[in-house]
């Protein structure tokens, strides 16, 4: 074909061919369901509307009863019934009778011929008069008498009958006594017209045929096509006694009549039982396969269209790659796919090269301050995503590994399989493997310690490596620290065979002695600076017996002394402030008390206790006043249309977010809907209680124009200000009083 010039297009319409081979099977599937899944209920719907012939038909033959009844209690048949021989009969009684009962036969279609016969007098009288039977009989049988004497005895021997089948007519025939003892009574006969039932029979369902069978099961009346020809097919048992039946491609649906001797019986096709079915199924199928053509020309115009960047795509590859046209283009694409994950590849061990010497530059302290830092990630496209930074450190014991450069070559992709949980940075430095991670604020240091036994477990010989941890930090420059600190702890270590070692200041201390520090004293003052007290108390106790105690000169030990005092009283002066139940006097006094530079380590320790103590409950005292702060803000201000949320915040020297939050918890609503709402309730106040007009209203409560005003209030009272009624200002009233 014209249009399929490459190898991807060929694949694309064996495709598409698959596709539409497969969505018309799901139809045909679909549609075979629908079939059998239907089949029942349109045979009972069927069934329902042979129920109305059949009811139709009954209902006739229940009136031809009611006739009979009538006849019966007719004051004339009455009088009739009594007489004992012609001479008494009056004919004009007789008349009005035959009069009577030719008017029944006109109302009821049904009725082909009814007559009374009187026997004690031989007598009939019927819808064509009054005569005696002979001559009844000779006016209905074309003027002759062949026949009845049969017909005058069968009238003789007539018993209590009812609906009964003679000579292919059906009749109903019932005696008329005038009394219960009466030895000679008349006797009623009504038959049936054949005709007007088989009329009825035929507005049955289109294209079935409909059927009447007497009790022996033959056939009295029918109507439909090819009728005789395949109620002579049907076999006996065909005409079961189930209310449905099949037999080969026909349905018999069979009723009974409550005369107890008809059987209605209805016989459809499948075919035309489920024609409405087969319809929709064609239906379908002709929608199918338009949509299906449709769908086949627009999308071989949408793939040549947006085909065409694709072959450009492809012409350029081949022609770059000198390959011809018999190349396959799949082949061509997956081996620029492989080239592009390459190149991917590449990417990655590019970026883990830079990561590794922005570490490296960050331990040789060529950037310190958070600024240089920071402008130093931006320029490689680096970014941490967490506040808390942590070192481990892993040193292998043997010297000859540590010379090497591809000492760590191995273990970093596996740190990398194992530690998903926690994102984190590698440079090899000095002959060690560093690792940076960046934590969440949640992260302990509990959790450092569990990650770096996760890190020596996977290590290859792990017994031979020296696996050190650092402190946790929230500083970029604090990355150094933590470093120096792994330093420290695996230098302490670095006789033993391998294991993992977590930093902690005291031990170093009794390590190193007079000569060594890990700036005890600027983390204790970060502690302060920062109002961790917390942190300040894990440090004091090192900070005396290493920063202070060991220095051999005494003045500079005193000056030490004095500048960790002086951050005590700074920091007990500002808590002071924020809550004042903290003695202040009472902290300075004791550390001047204090002789000997035990007793001062305890005293800062138990005021340190006491900071962290009273500065916890001013937190928490503050938080808990926000809401209450900001609610009387909203009571005092809420004319001011500036006042909301950043407003209120601003003031009270919060974050925006905070205040939202603790305001919500607090009274269940935002900020910004308290104040509508207090705008509102005001403003329901002033309609009700002054003349001003609603521009003037919209001012007096904060709103800078009378078009929000009527917004909101709308939206809290339901109504306009203007439509503001009395019965509405009356209850306005109500609630402001409460």
Known sequence: MWFLKSKVQKVWLRSLLILIGILMLAVTAFAAWMIYAFTDEITDLHY????????????????????????????????????????????????????????????????????????????????????????????????????????????????????????????????????????????????????????????????????????????????????????????????????????????????????????????VTRTQLLAAVYQIRNIAYVFLTICLVIGVFLSIFVSLRNNRPMQSLIAKIKKGNESNDSVDEYQLLNKMLNRSDQSELLLEKQHLHIESLFLSNL????????????????????????????????????????????????????????????????????????????????????????????????????????????????????????????????????????????????????????????????????????????????????????????????????????????????????VSKQNKTLPCEDCITALSQAKTLMELRDTVYDILSLLNEKYEKSSAHQTANVAARAMKKINSDYTNPMIGLYSISEQLGISNSYLSTIFKETYGQGVAQCINELRVTKAKELLTTTDLSVKEVAVRVGFTSDISFIRVFKQYASVTPGKFTEKDAFTALQDIHK
């Open 48 to 267: 329902n509307l042979t129920t109305v012939m059949q009811r139709s038909i009954d209902m006739r033959l229940n009136e031809i009863e009611s006739i009979s009844s009538q006849v019966e209690l007719s004051a004339v048949n009455r009088s009739l019934s009594k007489l004992k021989s012609t001479y008494e009969l009056s004919e004009t009684s007789a008349f009005h009778l035959a009069n009577q009962i030719h008017n029944y036969k006109l109302a009821n279609s049904f009725i082909k011929s009814i007559y009374v016969y009187y026997p004690a007098i031989d007598y009939v009288v019927g819808n064509l008069g009054s005569f005696p039977a002979k001559s009844y009989f000779l006016l209905g049988n074309n003027l002759s008498y062949d026949g009845c004497e049969k017909w005058l005895s069968s009238l003789a021997s007539c018993s209590e009958k009812g609906f009964y089948f003679e000579n292919n007519s059906f009749k109903y025939t019932k005696q008329l006594p005038y009394n219960d003892f009466a030895e000679s009574t008349a006797i009623i006969t009504i038959e049936l017209d054949k005709l007007e039932i088989e009329r009825i029979l035929c507005g049955g369902s289109k294209g079935a045929i409909a059927c009447i069978l007497s009790n022996d099961n033959n056939v009295y009346a029918m109507a439909g096509d090819d009728a005789n020809s395949v109620l002579s097919k049907l076999p006996s048992e065909a005409y079961a006694d189930q209310n449905i039946s099949k037999w080969k491609n026909y349905f018999i649906l069979r009723q009974s009549s409550y005369t107890g001797i008809l059987q209605y019986i209805t016989i």
């Open 363 to 574: 331990l040789s302290a060529e950037q310190s301050s958070s600024q240089s830092i920071f402008a130093e990630m931006q320029r490689l496209d680096l970014e941490f995503a967490y506040p808390q930074f942590a070192i481990i450190l892993l040193r292998h014991t043997n010297m000859n590994l540590r010379s090497k450069s591809d000492a760590f070559a191995d273990i970093v992709p596996s740190i990398h399989t194992a530690i998903t949980e926690f994102s984190f940075i590698s440079a090899e430095y000095l002959g060690d493997l560093v690792l940076l991670f960046n934590l969440d604020n949640k992260v302990i240091d509990k959790q450092i310690e569990q990650i770096a036994l996760e890190i020596a477990r996977i290590l290859p010989e792990h017994s031979n490596y020296i696996t050190a941890v650092g402190g946790l930090y929230e500083t970029l420059p604090d990355i150094i620290k933590s470093y120096q600190q792994a330093l420290k702890v695996a230098e302490l270590n670095s006789n033993t065979e391998g294991g993992v070692f977590i930093y902690d200041a005291l031990a170093l201390k009794n390590v190193y002695g007079e000569t060594f520090s890990t700036n005890l004293m600027s983390e204790f003052s970060s502690a302060m600076d920062g109002q961790h007290y917390s942190t300040a108390q894990k440090v004091v106790t090192a900070l005396f017996n290493q920063y202070i105690v060991q220095d051999a000169n005494a003045y500079i030990s005193r000056c030490k002394k004095y500048a960790v005092v002086n951050k005590v009283i700074e920091n007990v002066k500002i």
